[in-house]
């Protein structure tokens, strides 16, 4: 079972070079270089031009490295694109993505710029037509590959309001990652706005991982560490999960359904759980490797 970890997913103002270098010493899993919503329009140039230094560069490790893009329909989309693939990040992070013609639209610009094939797709989740629509994009297939919140924006979007519970985003967030799911996508969930209050973030990491979201965006490299830590499975879920494989693979219990360990019933779902579990924790120790 091949498990990219996707705990930590930083974003990194493209406008601010020495902010990209220091990223290479942050042990997040992935960094989004951000050339949309952190980057000034009288910056958009110099941005461009030093993502696409800092990725051709390399120096990233063994992390995934993801350009944001600004829109197609803005003065700078269709530069960016064609700019960030040339140099091969792992993926493209498109905003504001909210029905299947845009994603149409961009694998139209994959193919324009002749992209290599191993460059996915990322799509910012952040308007009421995505949430509306959300089934279909999950099915759009070709280079897409993950579902991104952008949650900040989506409440605006809903002239809603933000909420220490995010109940108002329930319907929004379990939505997007049943459709993930549906689609075998991975779901990532949106940024924790203040800083300086880890309850609340180690509490929205909670809710995320409750939900099913693989591992939440950040801002800031403080938060890398928790969110890293809530997303990983335990020590002691690693031993069950292991535990549990072994016991499967007993010849006794080859192609049984269910088997009683440890005094309860196990089924075979329970030993898909656990496949995963160890293989995210075998990902994660692979990454995690100086």
Not at 187 to 201: E, T
């Amino acid at each position: 079972m091949q498990i990219r970890p996707r705990r930590s997913v930083l974003y990194m103002p493209g406008s601010n070079a020495r902010a990209m270098e220091k990223a290479r010493d942050i042990p997040a899993d992935a960094l989004i270089l951000d050339l949309e919503d952190a980057v000034s329009p009288d910056m958009k140039d110099v941005a461009r031009q030093q993502v696409t230094d800092a990725v051709n560069a390399r120096g990233f490790g063994k992390r995934e490295v993801i350009v944001r893009i600004n829109g197609l329909s803005t003065a700078w989309g269709e530069a960016d694109l064609a700019a960030a693939v040339a140099e091969k990040p792992d993926a493209i992070l498109a905003p504001k993505i909210s029905t299947l013609a845009d994603i149409r639209a961009l694998e139209d610009e994959f193919a324009k710029h002749d992209a290599d094939p191993s460059i996915a797709l990322w799509a910012m989740i952040e308007t009421p037509l995505a949430i509306l629509n959300i089934a279909t994009l999950a099915g759009a297939g070709g280079r897409l590959a993950c579902f991104v919140m952008g949650t900040n924006d989506l409440i605006k979007e809903l002239r809603g309001q933000h909420t220490p519970d995010r109940g108002n985003l329930f319907a929004a967030l379990g939505l997007s990652v049943a459709a993930a799911r549906a689609h075998g996508l991975a779901a990532i969930d949106g940024v924790f706005n203040d800083i300086q209050d880890s309850g609340g973030f180690a509490r929205h990491c909670e809710q995320a991982k409750s939900f099913g979201f693989d591992g939440k965006t950040v801002i800031h490299p403080t938060q890398v560490d928790a969110c890293n830590t809530i997303f990983a499975p335990s020590a002691d879920d690693v031993t069950s999960a292991r535990k549990v494989l072994a016991a499967f693979d007993l010849p006794e219990n080859k192609g049984k359904g269910a088997i009683k360990l440890d005094g309860r019933m196990v089924e075979l779902l329970h030993a898909e759980i656990a496949r995963r579990t160890v293989a995210l924790a075998d990902a994660i120790a692979e990454l995690e490797k100086t």
